[in-house]
């Protein structure tokens, strides 16, 4: 079956970038005016319509072909370690999607690229890395130019709204919303906490401000805890609805309940480099997308993305940072070399 593509006239925006991908925001000219709108009379110092460099405006929609509409084109970078784009969307249609309705998972479509505008991407990235426009860890890794396949995934961002009014979107990684089975009995942080924490001590980063668990919690107070931790750029009324929407969706539960489902042992004494376990450690790092209306009208829309397969190539990093958690005392809330001592995991204030 061909792959849907992208027009050779496809201009491609920087949106945002992350360790494998980077997601740019696709649009195209718009097409030639109609024949009406065009005055037929030309001279010397006028050219014919088709050698007149119209102005690069917003595209009606009509001039966007529907399997680019509210889309965005995710292109993969070149790295040792990678998936291919066609192997990974393989991985998800068998591996995620059958455990989610498909409301609640970002829709995405491999798409042909046109030649040469992967090797455009990247002269611009250079241009930006040249200008100090680019996050200093992402530098000198570029897309791979050997590929020809790239990635639709719907766009929920503001732009790709198409519900009436204003929105708010908002995203965060939900993380591990279980604790790991490989903490010992009696801990005070859960896998997230206790990772937040040892990066702080390690002056790695600021305080965590809120715990994944509260997010699944069956206490409103909890997730309300969470939920005004994690977006702070938006007001109590968007928060409130967010809320709302976690106290009676069971979809972040479900979602709780696939990584306990296929990572029973721990990176420990699991088959780290197995299949399921790579699926758990996949649910634990995706992004949790959510839409909400402005004014008190319409349904709050979440959706999950960011779910490439994770690389076994990980197994060894994984089941060494498990056994540092645990050999550091990360789980048992007990700082060393006067660290500040966090209490935000829901563990802690449980058990205090």
Known sequence: MALPSLPPSTHLTFLAEGAANIVYRISLPPSTPPLSVI???????????????????SAPASSTPPHLQHQLLRLRKALSTATSILAAHAHHAALIEPHFAAANLVAQTPVALPP????????????????????????????????????????????????????????VKPKWLAQSPGAPRG?????????????????????????????????????????????TDCGEGVRGRV????????????????????????????????????????LRDCTLFLRVPSGEGGDVEAKLGDMDLKSGAKAGYWRELEERLVREDWYAVEERDGAAVETICLLSRRSA
């Open 243 to 282: 809320v709302d929407f976690l106290m009676r969706d069971g979809m972040l539960k479900k979602l709780r309940d696939l990584q306990v489902r296929f990572d029973p042992k721990g990176s420990v004494d699991g088959d780290v480099e197995g299949e399921e376990f790579r699926v758990a450690m996949t």
């Open 187 to 231: 801990a005070r942080r859960c896998r997230t906490c206790a990772m937040g924490a040892m990066r702080r001590g390690q002056g790695g980063g600021e305080a965590r401000a809120w715990c994944p668990l509260g997010l699944v919690a069956r206490e409103r107070e909890l997730v309300e805890g969470s939920v005004t931790g994690a977006f």
């Open 39 to 57: 005055t037929p009379s030309y001279s010397a110092s006028t050219p014919p319509p088709s050698e007149i460099e119209f102005p690069i405006l």
């Open 116 to 171: 040469g505008l992967v090797s455009r991407c990247n002269a611009a990235l250079r241009a930006m890395e040249a200008a100090g426009e680019r996050a200093a860890r992402r530098s000198g890794v570029w897309l791979d130019e050997r590929v020809d396949v790239g990635l639709l995934v719907e766009d929920m961002t503001a732009e790709g709204w198409t519900g009436a009014g204003s929105v708010w979107c908002l995203e």
